[in-house]
């Protein structure tokens, strides 16, 4: 037992340095992530600011701060390592107890996929049962033995943990903190049946019921853009999707979609094109990427926007103008003489205007020969909305 001699008392070092730590990782998830990684994944660490903003935005969760939580982030950006395997065990550590802080709280996670669930469960139970993780906190957190499984494990203080998926049940279940990480196939996404089994039946008439108590528990839904339809689309089309902070993190920055959450929390790039975490995603990395998926799947997995810039299947700049011979706006003195109207691909572009005593003939528009649909491209995401 190394000793140090401060102020005329011997202290234990390691026992300083151990309660150092210990008091480091309570406050910082993102502390917690990087001392407690090489119990969850192999690989190498891998620092960025990108974990600061996940983390504080999972922090502001446990706080009460945020009750509807939204992150959408490119794939393989360690955010089921961090919001489903370490944040759960973070949560339990806490020393202070609340609704959504401390060993007492329920835990429910899904995923479109069972499988993955458990995946992130045995990994989070693991990290709880490490020598570690006991050293620190065993005295708060304490896997219960007649409760330990891979679906649903608890500890002794009542903290649960259960897992579900978009073909699972939970019906009786519940949870202070619901976690929903990746709630769709990138393969089925185009389904028209899937997508409804996923955000009518699961999310609508299952896992939005799934709070204890609506009023100090908190949703977190994370995910990759995979289509206008996907779970994160309805949820940001029903009328309380201004009560959710949304942290939007493309792979690229793009300066006419900087966001800022309710936390105070702004993206830190500056510069149009600026990667989002270069020590994992170079630029040649980045371009394979996009290379791979496509400009469709590049512009929702890695984007967040689950359109191309400028549409998808019609382009804006295929629109031209174009007026027809004789139309009235040709003769002088009409109220239609003047240049010709744009015609546009995106419908929020129209205005209303007041109806008129008699119809009159409008421009037409037309496709430019050459641009019109092409074999293969899927028929989603016509128009690119968030460009206005």
Not at 47 to 75: F, S
Not at 76 to 95: D, E, G, H, M, T
């Amino acid at each position: 037992m190394p000793l140090i001699d401060w102020r005329g008392q011997k202290l234990d070092s390691s026992a300083q340095l151990r309660a150092f730590e210990q008091f480091e990782c309570e406050e910082s998830l993102a502390a917690f992530l990087e001392r407690g990684w090489r119990y969850i994944d192999p690989a190498p660490f891998a620092k960025g600011w990108v974990i600061d903003a996940l983390a504080d935005h999972l922090e502001a969760v446990v706080d009460g701060e945020v009750q509807r939580l939204m992150i959408h982030i490119p794939p393989r950006c360690s955010k089921s390592s961090i919001c489903s395997v370490a944040f759960p065990a973070w949560v339990w550590l806490q020393p202070h107890d609340s609704p959504t802080s401390g060993p007492t709280v329920p835990i429910v996670s899904g995923s479109y996929a069972f499988k993955l669930s458990v995946r992130d469960s045995i990994k989070c139970r693991r990290l709880i049962k490490t020598p570690w993780y006991q050293e620190h906190w065993g005295h708060r957190v304490e896997i219960a033995a007649d409760n330990d499984q891979k679906i649903r494990f608890g500890n002794t203080r009542g903290g649960e943990r259960l897992v579900t998926s978009v073909d699972g049940g939970v019906t009786g279940e519940g949870g202070q903190i619901i976690i929903i990480d990746d709630p769709n196939n990138a393969k089925e996404v185009l389904s028209d049946a899937v997508i409804e089994t996923t955000n009518e039946d699961w999310w609508d008439g299952t896992m939005s019921t799934r709070l204890n108590d609506p009023k100090t528990g908190a949703f977190i839904v994370i995910q990759q853009r995979l289509g206008e339809s996907d779970l994160s689309g309805h949820i940001m089309r029903k009328s309380e999707w201004p009560d959710w902070t949304h942290l939007c993190l493309p792979m690229e920055y793009e300066s006419r979609r900087s966001f800022v959450t309710s936390i105070g929390w702004k993206d830190p790039r500056d510069t149009d094109g600026e990667l989002l975490w270069p020590e994992r995603f170079g630029h040649k990395e980045v371009a394979a990427l996009k290379a791979n998926l496509g400009s469709w799947r590049s512009a929702g997995q890695l984007q967040q926007r689950p359109e191309p810039a400028g549409g998808g299947i019609i382009k804006r700049k295929h629109w031209q103008l174009w007026r027809r011979r004789g139309a009235r706006s040709d003769r002088p003195g009409s109220r239609r003489s003047g240049p010709p109207r744009r015609a546009s691909g995106c419908r929020r572009e129209r205005r209303p205007r007041p109806p008129r005593a008699a119809a009159r003939p409008a421009p037409a528009a037309r496709l430019v020969p050459g641009h019109g649909l092409h074999p293969g491209q899927p028929r989603h995401g016509l128009y690119d909305r968030h460009d206005e």
